[in-house]
């Protein structure tokens, strides 16, 4: 068993990733896929809950920053934390396009104590990807509310049934300094 914090910033990571990370038709791949690659690009921080499972009611906070990838790669890129109390833990994860669909993992992937990104599909302000970790499959779906604001729940296959164990509301950092120019 891993530690708690571990579990904490691994299911999230899957989370918030995977909010990052799309899969659409092969005819819309390029600039649908991109356009929501930029919109959630940028800063990131919130709070998040774990609302099943052993770890019931643990409350936890991030702090992301996520990167599209260049041309010709469609994708993205993030890095980050999560924090549980005192338990700070790094957090990476990479989504890039594979022909129709995408591919990724979260920290160093299911081989390792990661997740592995396996399927996709992205609607114009919401996307659900499907998530593997050796025996656990499960999804997530990350949905924006505004230009501001990303939530996102992540949910395990028990039997034939998807129960939300982890759900997060994200806010997009914005520098508030005003800017102007001199006449």
């Known amino acids: 068993m891993y530690a708690r914090p571990s579990l904490i910033t691994r299911g999230f990571a899957a989370a ?11 005819a819309l791949a390029g600039s649908m896929d991109k356009a929501f690659f930029e919109q959630v690009s940028g800063s990131w921080k919130g709070p998040g809950e774990i609302v099943a ?11 992301l920053n996520g990167e599209p990838q260049m041309a010709p790669v469609v994708g993205i890129k993030l890095d980050g934390f999560c924090r549980v109390g005192v338990f700070k833990q790094p957090m990476s994860a990479l ?11 979260f920290l160093d992937g ?17 996307m659900v990807i499907g998530l593997t970790r050796k025996k656990l499959n499960g999804a997530m779906i990350a949905r924006m509310q505004d230009d501001k604001t990303m939530n996102v729940t992540i949910s395990v296959k028990v039997e034939d049934t998807m129960v939300p164990v982890i759900g ?14 001199i006449k």
């Not at 081989?111 to 919401?126: E, M």
């Not at 997060?168 to 120019?181: M, T």
Request: aromatic content about 4%.
């Open 16 to 26: 918030t990733l995977a909010a990052l990370a799309v899969t659409s038709t092969p």
């Open 110 to 126: 299911s081989d390792g104590k990661g997740l592995d990104i396996v399927s996709g599909k992205v609607a114009t302000d919401k």
């Open 168 to 181: 997060v509301s994200l806010n997009r950092q914005v520098d508030s300094i005003a800017v102007g120019s």
């Open 53 to 63: 499972g052993k770890y019931k009611g643990t409350k936890f906070t991030c702090d």
């Open 95 to 105: 989504i890039t396009q594979k022909g129709d669909s995408y591919t990724g993992t």
